[in-house]
Antibody, heavy 128, light 107 residues
Framework: EVQLVESGGGLVQPGGSLRLSCAAS????????MNWVRQAPGKGLEWVSYISSSVGTIDYADSVEGRFTISRDNAKNSLYLQMNSLRAEDTAVYYC?????????????????????WGKGTTVTVSS | DIQMTQSPSSLSASVGDRVTITCRASQGISNYLAWYQHKQGKVPKLLIYAASTLQSGVPSRFSGSGSGTDFTLTISSLQPEDVATYYC?????????FGQGTKLEIK
C-alpha cells in the first residue's frame, strides 16, 4: 500500500526550530518529487515547498523562503522539512504529498503536477 | 504571482442537486489545474487533474472543465458523503497556489 507518514510536529516557541519527517512506503521515493502543504487552524490549504525527484530543483512559498529547508534521503525513503525562525503564523497541520512530475525542457527543470498521495499530517504549534 | 479565486465560498444544496463550483486564475494557466476534496479530520483527496481528468476511483458524478483562466467543478447529483471543502490548485509554475476553498453542506 502506498503510504506517507509524517512525524516531528509539536509545540515550539516563537523563533525556535523544528524538523519534520515524512516516511514513504509502498513506492520508491527516489522516483518522485515531493511537496509539503500546510493548513493553519480555520484556514485553507497552503503549498509550502517542492523538491524534485532528481537533484536540482527546489521551490518555496514566499512565506517560508529563507526560513524553511526541504530535503530528502532516498536511501531512507524519507522527506524532511527543517523549519527555523518559527512564527505564530506557521502554526498548522503539515502534510507531505506526492505529486506526479514532468520535465520542462524549456526551463531545464522538473515541475510538480497534481498531488495524488497525501499523508495524514503532523501538527506544529508555535506559541510561547 | 497568479491568484486563484473560488466561488462561492460556501454552498448549501439538497441531495440530488447539481452543484457547480468555479475557480478563476488571475492569469492563464492552460489546463494545469487540480481539484481536491477535504473532509473534516481527513486527508485531502485528489478528484480531478489536468482540469478535466477524473482521478482513478473517484465517482463519475464529479467532473471538471475549463482552460486558461476559468474552471468549474461539477457534482451532477449531490450525495451526503460529498459534504467537504473543495479546493482548486494551479500547478503550471511555483507557487502552487490553492483557491481559498468552497465549503459544501447539505440543505
Amino acid at each position: 500500500e502506498v503510504q506517507l507518514v509524517e512525524s516531528g510536529g509539536g509545540l515550539v516557541q516563537p523563533g525556535g526550530s523544528l524538523r519534520l519527517s515524512c516516511a514513504a512506503s509502498g513506492f520508491t521515493l527516489s522516483s518522485y518529487g515531493m511537496n509539503w502543504v500546510r493548513q493553519a487552524p480555520g484556514k485553507g490549504l497552503e503549498w509550502v515547498s517542492y523538491i524534485s525527484s532528481s537533484v536540482g530543483t527546489i521551490d518555496y512559498a514566499d512565506s517560508v523562503e529563507g526560513r524553511f529547508t526541504i530535503s530528502r534521503d532516498n536511501a531512507k525513503n524519507s522527506l524532511y522539512l527543517q523549519m527555523n525562525s518559527l512564527r505564530a503564523e506557521d502554526t498548522a497541520v503539515y502534510y507531505c504529498a506526492r505529486p506526479q512530475e514532468y520535465y520542462d525542457y524549456v526551463w531545464g527543470r522538473y515541475r510538480p503536477l497534481h498531488m495524488d498521495v497525501w499523508g495524514k499530517g503532523t501538527t506544529v504549534t508555535v506559541s510561547s | 504571482d497568479i491568484q486563484m479565486t473560488q466561488s462561492p465560498s460556501s454552498l448549501s444544496a439538497s441531495v440530488g442537486d447539481r452543484v457547480t463550483i468555479t475557480c478563476r486564475a488571475s492569469q492563464g494557466i492552460s489546463n494545469y489545474l487540480a481539484w481536491y476534496q477535504h473532509k473534516q479530520g481527513k486527508v485531502p483527496k485528489l478528484l480531478i487533474y489536468a482540469a478535466s481528468t477524473l482521478q482513478s476511483g473517484v465517482p463519475s458524478r464529479f467532473s471538471g472543465s475549463g482552460s486558461g483562466t476559468d474552471f468549474t467543478l461539477t457534482i451532477s447529483s449531490l450525495q451526503p458523503e460529498d459534504v467537504a471543502t473543495y479546493y482548486c490548485q494551479k500547478y503550471n509554475s511555483a507557487p502552487l497556489t490553492f483557491g481559498q476553498g468552497t465549503k459544501l453542506e447539505i440543505k
